[in-house]
């Protein structure tokens, strides 16, 4: 993973960006390069609360990981909780409750998780079928 010390910088992010890799390639070899790899790989605002443009990108990228890593917790507890409850799990119910992005529609699945008596009942009186969407 890009910034845990092996060597790779990780996302850059912002309207230009490419000037981190134009930037490293001015460098050249040797310490100064291998600093600005460091400084990349760990890149955080210098100035919070300036709204600059490379804030504003980084608060994004974070903000976007954070949902989605608080949706995939919220999509392994309904199947935890039905997998304690020895409800069968198909396939096809895992990669679409795993799939599901919205948190509002993993909470309501979480709630019926602790009641339903088949898997399948997750998605009673959700309307649409589509996996990735929800």
Known sequence: MPGQGDGEVGPVVGPHQDWAEIIEVG?????A?????????TYTP???????????AWRKVHADGEA???AKGEAKAVLRVLGARGIEVS?????????CARLEMLE???????T???AEELFA???ERGSGSV
């Open 125 to 127: 009186g959700d309307g």
């Open 27 to 31: 460098l050249g070899e040797g310490p």
């Open 46 to 56: 210098i100035f919070p609360g300036n709204n600059t443009v490379m804030e504003e």
């Open 116 to 118: 339903v008596a088949s």
């Open 68 to 70: 989605k890593g608080e």
């Open 91 to 99: 396939e096809s119910v895992r990669e679409r409750v795993m799939a």
């Open 108 to 114: 309501t699945w979480l709630d019926r998780s602790l």
């Open 33 to 41: 390069r291998d600093y600005w790899r460091k400084l990349m790989a």
